[in-house]
């Protein structure tokens, strides 16, 4: 039985007790992962304090980046490893983990090397009332020790998100990725090993949340800031424990996002598009669709057809090439999603599509399988159009006009994501810049430059990430004003 531990100081550590990790696709224990107490999080913490003050901490910003590229290559080297380690946790199918999470773990840290050397500093000339000069210039200098949380569905693509640019700011870290996913994120240890990073400047704490390693992480006065994706609720929970010690906190929260189809859209790429945005990862990613809002003229046609896309989706072994959707993360939140199936019943929908479990008649019948579900006729109040469901699940509602459709994608808590489809460019543009939401897609979804602000509004999050925004919030600036 593989074991799975703690990662302090360049060490493989044992904590105090041990729980399963386990494969979503068929039920089997995939490793045993031990569970880090307040002490053995104390002793990561206090040797990614010892990190920044070492050797790490003394590092320009070229050498640094030449670190992160290392890094990457040594993900790359591990690549087969890496995307076998996260469709086991995960059971998202090969084929998604080779394309999406696997190379974006290593695009995440060239892309914050390649920033950190370009990176500019602010500056201002101040002219003062006596006529003179003075010149303001602003450095930036690592936080210290950040400790980073993530959740189960993209788990080395959010842990390496937020790991990359604290790095590349000269931080140390501690992360603990989430219970149900610790494989990749102990993976990256012996990357980091390869790559000639210092011990201590990567530690890892597994763990759970409350009263476990990750409240542990958030409770401890030597983490100087902490960084935090996974749900909503979780958030307010981690800002209530960091308020005491004023840490400054960046939240990656929930979504209940909308996609808005116009009449004039190029409807078979409209189809395609929104297939993804509502079942890919098995409608476990944040900026999933789960409300779309169709333009009358064309609701029927296209509920029609995003029904036979649904009921075509090949449901199956994660390990089969051919495979697009895999079981969701835990039997428990296979009961979370099953039970809104049930409350959409209840609160009169239309099942166009879906709406129960597969059967395989195989292994896969002890896995976490729902089939891909479409939804109509739900008022817009009920708690299947307003409650994140994160499973494979839409509910499909017609629109007559532009601002209806405006009004009925803003009302919402959250507002992460949104995505407008339609060939009328101006008409793209003009709905886009009325989202209430942190990032709008136009004709497209989840295409990401990472150098772009990512993030949310309201229950979706706090600040925003990627780019100059996650150096931004990786690092400390320090104005200096001279007067001339
Ligand atoms: P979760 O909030 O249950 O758990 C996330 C992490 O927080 C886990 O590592 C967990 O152990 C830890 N945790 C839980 N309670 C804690 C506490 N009190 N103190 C400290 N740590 C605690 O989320 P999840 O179920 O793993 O992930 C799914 C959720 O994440 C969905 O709501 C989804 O929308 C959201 N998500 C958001 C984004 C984004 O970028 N906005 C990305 C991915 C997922
Ligand atoms: C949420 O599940 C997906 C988040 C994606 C990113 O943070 C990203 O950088 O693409």
Same mark, same amino acid.
């Given at each position: 039985?593989?074991?799975?531990?703690?990662?302090?100081?360049?060490?493989?550590?044992?904590?105090?007790?041990?729980?399963?990790?386990?494969?979503?696709?068929?039920?089997?224990?995939?490793?045993?992962?031990?569970?880090?107490?307040?002490?053995?999080?104390?002793?990561?913490?206090?040797?990614?304090?010892?990190?920044?003050?070492?050797?790490?901490?003394?590092?320009?910003?070229?050498?640094?980046?030449?670190?992160?590229?290392?890094?990457?290559?040594?993900?790359?080297?591990?690549?087969?490893?890496?995307?076998?380690?996260?469709?086991?946790?995960?059971?998202?199918?090969?084929?998604?983990?080779?394309?999406?999470?696997?190379?974006?773990?290593?695009?995440?840290?060239?892309?914050?090397?390649?920033?950190?050397?370009?990176?500019?500093?602010?500056?201002?000339?101040?002219?003062?009332?006596?006529?003179?000069?003075?010149?303001?210039?602003?450095?930036?200098?690592?936080?210290?020790?950040?400790?980073?949380?993530?959740?189960?569905?993209?788990?080395?693509?959010?842990?390496?998100?937020?790991?990359?640019?604290?790095?590349?700011?000269?931080?140390?870290?501690?992360?603990?990725?989430?219970?149900?996913?610790?494989?990749?994120?102990?993976?990256?240890?012996?990357?980091?090993?390869?790559?000639?990073?210092?011990?201590?400047?990567?530690?890892?704490v597994?763990?759970?949340?409350?009263?476990?390693?990750?409240?542990?992480?958030?409770?401890?006065?030597?983490?100087?800031?902490?960084?935090?994706?996974?749900?909503?609720?979780?958030?307010?929970?981690?800002?209530?424990?960091? @308020?005491?010690? +004023? &840490?400054?906190?960046? =939240?990656?929260?929930?979504?209940?996002? *909308?996609?808005?189809?116009?009449? /004039?859209?190029?409807?078979?790429?409209?189809?395609?598009?929104?297939?993804?945005?509502?079942?890919?990862?098995?409608?476990?990613v944040?900026?999933?669709?789960?409300?779309?809002?169709?333009?009358?003229?064309?609701?029927?046609?296209?509920?029609g057809?995003?029904?036979?896309?649904?009921?075509?989706?090949?449901?199956?072994?994660?390990?089969?090439?051919?495979?697009?959707?895999?079981?969701?993360?835990?039997?428990?939140?296979?009961?979370?999603v099953?039970?809104?199936?049930?409350?959409?019943?209840?609160?009169?929908?239309?099942?166009?599509?879906?709406?129960?479990?597969?059967?395989?008649?195989?292994?896969?019948?002890?896995g976490?399988?729902?089939?891909?579900?479409?939804?109509?006729?739900?008022?817009?109040? @009920?708690r299947? +159009? &307003?409650?994140?469901? =994160?499973?494979?699940?839409?509910?499909? *509602?017609?629109?007559?006009?532009? /601002?209806?459709?405006?009004?009925?994608?803003?009302?919402?808590?959250?507002?992460?994501?949104a995505?407008?489809?339609?060939?009328?460019?101006?008409?793209?543009?003009?709905?886009?810049?009325?989202?209430?939401?942190?990032?709008?897609?136009?004709?497209?979804?989840?295409?990401r430059?990472?150098?772009?602000?990512f993030?949310?509004?309201?229950?979706?999050?706090?600040?925003?990430?990627?780019?100059?925004?996650?150096?931004?919030f990786?690092?400390?600036?320090?104005?200096?004003?001279?007067?001339?």
């Amino acid at each position: 039985m593989k074991s799975f531990r703690n990662y302090i100081d360049g060490q493989f550590v044992r904590g105090f007790r041990e729980f399963p990790d386990i494969n979503p696709a068929d039920g089997t224990v995939i490793a045993e992962v031990t569970e880090a107490d307040r002490d053995i999080v104390d002793q990561a913490v206090q040797a990614a304090r010892k990190a920044f003050a070492g050797s790490w901490g003394r590092l320009n910003t070229h050498e640094r980046a030449a670190c992160l590229h290392k890094i990457a290559d040594a993900i790359e080297a591990r690549f087969d490893r890496f995307v076998a380690a996260e469709v086991a946790d995960t059971g998202k199918p090969i084929a998604l983990a080779s394309r999406l999470d696997v190379p974006r773990a290593a695009a995440n840290f060239r892309v914050f090397a390649d920033l950190i050397k370009t990176a500019p500093l602010e500056s201002f000339q101040t002219e003062t009332p006596d006529g003179k000069n003075a010149l303001n210039y602003a450095v930036r200098k690592p936080r210290g020790v950040v400790g980073i949380i993530t959740p189960w569905n993209l788990p080395l693509l959010l842990l390496t998100w937020k790991v990359a640019p604290a790095l590349a700011c000269g931080n140390t870290v501690v992360v603990k990725p989430s219970e149900e996913t610790p494989a990749t994120a102990t993976l990256l240890s012996e990357v980091m090993k390869e790559a000639g990073i210092p011990d201590g400047v990567y530690n890892v704490v597994h763990g759970f949340g409350p009263n476990s390693a990750g409240e542990f992480l958030t409770q401890h006065p030597d983490v100087n800031a902490m960084t935090f994706t996974g749900e909503s609720q979780t958030g307010a929970a981690i800002m209530k424990t960091v @308020a005491a010690s +004023v &840490k400054p906190v960046s =939240f990656e929260l929930g979504g209940k996002n *909308a996609a808005i189809v116009f009449a /004039d859209c190029d409807f078979e790429e409209t189809l395609s598009g929104i297939s993804d945005a509502v079942f890919l990862n098995t409608g476990q990613v944040c900026l999933c669709a789960e409300r779309v809002y169709v333009e009358r003229p064309i609701f029927d046609r296209f509920v029609g057809a995003l029904k036979s896309k649904a009921e075509t989706l090949r449901m199956g072994s994660p390990l089969e090439q051919s495979t697009q959707i895999g079981p969701l993360i835990s039997k428990q939140h296979r009961e979370k999603v099953l039970s809104y199936y049930k409350l959409a019943r209840e609160e009169g929908a239309t099942v166009v599509a879906g709406g129960g479990v597969p059967q395989f008649g195989n292994a896969l019948d002890h896995g976490c399988y729902v089939q891909p579900t479409i939804y109509t006729g739900l008022r817009e109040s @009920a708690r299947c +159009v &307003k409650e994140e469901i =994160f499973g494979p699940v839409c509910h499909v *509602a017609p629109f007559d006009a532009e /601002d209806e459709a405006i009004v009925m994608a803003n009302d919402t808590r959250y507002g992460l994501a949104a995505s407008i489809w339609t060939t009328n460019l101006k008409r793209g543009h003009r709905v886009a810049q009325q989202m209430n939401v942190g990032i709008t897609w136009v004709n497209c979804w989840f295409l990401r430059d990472l150098r772009t602000p990512f993030g949310g509004v309201g229950l979706s999050g706090i600040g925003r990430e990627g780019g100059m925004h996650s150096l931004n919030f990786y690092s400390e600036l320090n104005n200096i004003c001279i007067r001339l």
